[in-house]
């Protein structure tokens, strides 16, 4: 009798291994760096100014180069893929400034977020205004007359007009307030929960372990520890040796 067939496991939503990326060659920042992304999960990236974290997520995303390992998205790899087909296999990347055009409305970022999109952007202009509804609210207002929590809910809408299955976060609290944090983490928490896997780089360790499932702390450029958010959270050695060398500002 013949053995039953088993279907082979999916591969994480996104993989990388022993990752070496940078500007230079002889000089990488990420210095062999594994992790994993599974859909529905955030996967907070910690550490002190200069380790690496927005080069790591900037490398997943196209935007510097990949010297060595390998990147795979939903199985296929990507390291040093041009951005915009990066962003077409199913990522999208926020980076930490310059995210919003502030001379376009809101409603017009939204609909230039939407510009792979071949179908009637339409519903997911609604979708978007119905998921942040402040942004419904300031429909017509100009990117440059917005708050900072609100640009940077702008920024995050509009990467999520291709509907990607993996979103990049670059410091998404980075100056503003802790009000404004909360907020904005909520929204970002929603979203994984709506099945959409996400690499959060983060300096608020409160904030970044609050709404993470797991995290890893980068330390001159490679892991220096990772394990599950709570536990990080809770592990009075990593808060002495490393989480007291950087933000800890209260979410």
Do not use: W
């Not at 119905?130 to 100009?142: G, K, N, Q, V």
């Not at 940077?152 to 609290?173: F, V």
């Amino acid at each position: 009798m013949a053995a039953p067939m088993t279907s082979a496991p999916m591969p994480p939503l996104l993989e990388a291994q022993c990752v070496v990326a940078g500007y230079v060659r002889d000089l990488p920042i990420v210095q062999g760096v594994d992790f994993k992304v599974e859909a529905g999960e955030i996967l907070v990236v910690l550490g002190p100014n200069g380790a690496g974290k927005s080069t790591l997520a900037k490398a997943v995303a196209g935007v510097v180069p990949v010297f060595g390992g390998g990147i795979r998205l939903r199985g296929r790899d990507i390291a040093n893929l041009p951005a915009h087909r990066i962003t077409a296999s199913g990522a999208a990347f926020v980076p930490q400034t310059g995210n919003v055009f502030t001379t376009l409305t809101v409603e017009e970022n939204l609909r230039v977020g939407a510009y792979l999109v071949r179908d009637d952007p339409r519903p997911r202009l609604q979708a978007a205004f119905e998921r942040f509804p402040d942004l419904a609210r300031h429909a017509r207002a100009l990117g440059h007359a917005l708050s900072g929590g609100q640009r940077q809910m702008l920024a995050i809408a509009r990467a999520l007009m291709t509907e990607p299955r993996l979103l990049l976060l670059d410091e998404p609290s980075a100056g503003l307030s802790p009000l404004m944090v909360r907020e904005v983490f909520d929204h970002v928490r929603r979203i994984a929960d709506a099945g959409i896997g996400i690499l959060m780089v983060e300096q608020n360790v409160r904030a970044g372990l609050r709404i993470a499932d797991r995290g890893l702390i980068l330390v001159n450029g490679r892991i220096a520890h990772e394990g599950r958010a709570h536990d990080l959270r809770d592990d009075p050695a990593v808060a002495q040796l490393y989480l007291g060398k950087f933000s800890v500002a209260p979410a």
